[in-house]
């Protein structure tokens, strides 16, 4: 079975807390394998190819984030596409122009295992044991009431095919490195 990579953003509020060690940590300690790590100053051109203008994908983030409105009995006129969009509009706002510690971590289901580590996108509902069930307790009624994204420490790839895309994004090839990590096989082998 072949590995797979994943790409994580320490955000600014996790560089300011002093916790980018600790979320190294945690995914060194689940086995995986840093292939990438370097601090960045991204622009807007950066992370808007990081956060595509893709219609569909914006008009699924809001048609989840009306619903959600809808069961606290908030009401809006404004279209999925448009909550979408603004939501996007946040996102790039908050990262450009911002440190950010960008990593490339190698493993088995290194996308779905990264999500898990990192806990659910709003802290308030991570579970205990996560990055941000553990370290935040941030959540969407703040975000709303302050007009801005949810502050939840870091970003993880969602899907392998937006890891892939994102990676590119962050780092060039000559910036992620093969090597052999002496405890990957303990915790893929019974032979020691």
């Known amino acids: ?17 002093g916790l980018v060690g600790e979320i190294i940590r945690r995914f060194e300690q689940k086995g995986m394998k840093l292939v990438g790590l370097k601090l960045v100053i991204p622009t807007a051109d950066m992370v808007g190819r990081h956060y595509p203008d893709d219609d569909a994908m914006w008009t699924i983030t809001g048609e989840r984030t009306i619903e959600t409105w809808k069961e606290k009995g908030r009401e809006t006129d404004e279209t999925p596409l448009q909550v979408g969009k603004r939501i996007r ?16 971590f190698e493993g088995y289901h ?6 898990k580590i990192v806990g659910h996108t709003e802290p308030r509902q991570a579970l205990p044991g996560t990055i941000r069930g553990d370290l935040s307790v941030e959540s969407y009624d703040l975000a709303d009431f302050y007009k801005r994204p949810l502050i939840n420490l870091v970003h993880a790839a969602g ?5 892939e895309r994102e990676i590119k994004v962050w780092f060039k090839d000559d910036e992620l490195f093969d090597y052999t990590k002496r405890d990957f096989k303990m915790f893929h082998s019974f032979d020691q």
């Open 1 to 17: 079975m072949k590995t797979e990579q994943t790409l994580i953003l320490a955000k600014q509020d996790s560089i300011h807390r």
């Open 89 to 104: 509009d946040w996102n790039i706002n908050s990262l450009t122009g911002h440190p950010v510690i960008a990593m490339c």
């Open 110 to 115: 290194a996308v779905e295992v990264g999500r």
């Open 159 to 163: 899907k392998q095919h937006e890891a």
